[in-house]
Structure formats: C-alpha cells, structure tokens
C-alpha cells in the first residue's frame, strides 16, 4: 500500500507565508510526477503546481511568482513554499502523485487527505 501524508498547513495571515510537505511511503519503485491541488468550498479542484521526476515545474497563473515547487526524491517527499498569501488562496491543498508500486506493473495515481490552508487577519 501507499500513503501520501500532507502537513504543514494552518491559519496564516495575508501576506504571510506556508510550506507545505507531502511524503510518500509504503511500496514505492518508482515516483514520476508530484502535484499539488487545492480546492475551496463550492468550487472544483484545481492544480496548483506540478513537479517532473526530472524537476521540471508548472505552476497554476494565479501561483505563479509566490509558490515554489520543489521535492526530495531521497525522501519521496513534495514540498510547496507559499509567500505572499492571500485570502482566495484559502483552500484545502491536496498531494497527488503518480507511482509505480513495484518493478514490474502500472503506475497508479494517489491523493493526500488534504490540508487546510487559511488565509485570514
């Protein structure tokens, strides 16, 4: 079985900033790409940042210049640092990441339990 465990969220005032992490464990061979989604109440899920095996990034434009992608691929670990918080980035943010579980078989896909982020005064 494998996990994704997120933690680092919380309340944080605008302007303020977060980092979240998200640590894969369990049967892993092989890690490919490590996401980050959010999604606020009443909406859908959205990306937020993307991360390659190789370190290519993507991020979401409303992100883009505040949020940093990065991952420890020692630690089967995603990490995204959030500066300059504001109110509409209040969302719960979920890890998502495609694993392959053992040498020979499909990749399968897995999402985090989310964690909520609160950007408020």
């Known amino acids: 079985q494998v996990q994704l465990v997120e933690s680092g969220g919380g309340l944080v005032q605008p302007g303020g900033s977060l980092r979240l992490s998200c640590a894969a464990s369990?049967?892993?061979?092989?890690?490919?790409?490590m996401n980050w989604y959010r999604q606020a109440p009443g909406t859908q899920r959205d990306m937020v940042a993307s991360?390659?095996?190789?370190?290519?990034?993507n991020y979401a434009e409303s992100v883009k210049g505040r949020f940093t992608i990065s991952r420890d691929n020692a630690k089967n670990t995603v990490y995204l640092r959030m500066n300059s918080l504001k109110p509409e980035d209040t969302a719960v943010y979920y890890c998502?990441?495609?694993?392959?579980?053992?040498?020979?078989?499909?990749?399968?896909?897995?999402w985090g339990q989310g964690t909520q982020v609160t950007v408020s005064s």
């Open positions: 998502n990441a495609d694993i392959q579980p053992r040498p020979i078989g499909s990749m399968i896909n897995y």
């Open positions: 369990g049967s892993i061979f092989r890690i490919y790409g």
């Open positions: 991360i390659s095996s190789q370190g290519s990034t």
